[in-house]
């Protein structure tokens, strides 16, 4: 089981970036799928998450209004549509796969599945 996060780069504050997380070696399309960041120095956090469903949440409010997940089951991937990035989410972006139940799929330990992890900075 692989899953490939990309789309990273260096962005200005204000830019937009999309992060892609594909999934090989197992389906997931029944599974949460989630994003996570962790920043130099920092703990991961829990960035956003996907139901099977198409039920989506966010860490803050602030990613909320910001960024969108979103998934294509058909092309086992997960998307991370991120707008109006700010210089505090200069971070690696990790994709994260099997946070069931749902409930819990704000936690780290939900997942049994980690990408390699992509970064994303952002200048001011």
Known sequence: VQLQASGGGLVQAGGSLR????????????????????????????????SWSGVSIYGTDSLKGRFTISRDNAKNTVYLQMNNLKPEDTAVYYCAADGTPFAMATRREAYDYWGQGTLVTVSS
């Not at 599974?31 to 962790?38: A, I, P, V």
């Open 19 to 50: 992060l892609s997380c594909a999934t090989s070696g197992r389906a997931f399309s029944r599974n949460t799928m989630g994003w996570f960041r962790q920043a130099p120095g920092k703990e991961r956090e829990f960035v956003s998450a996907i």
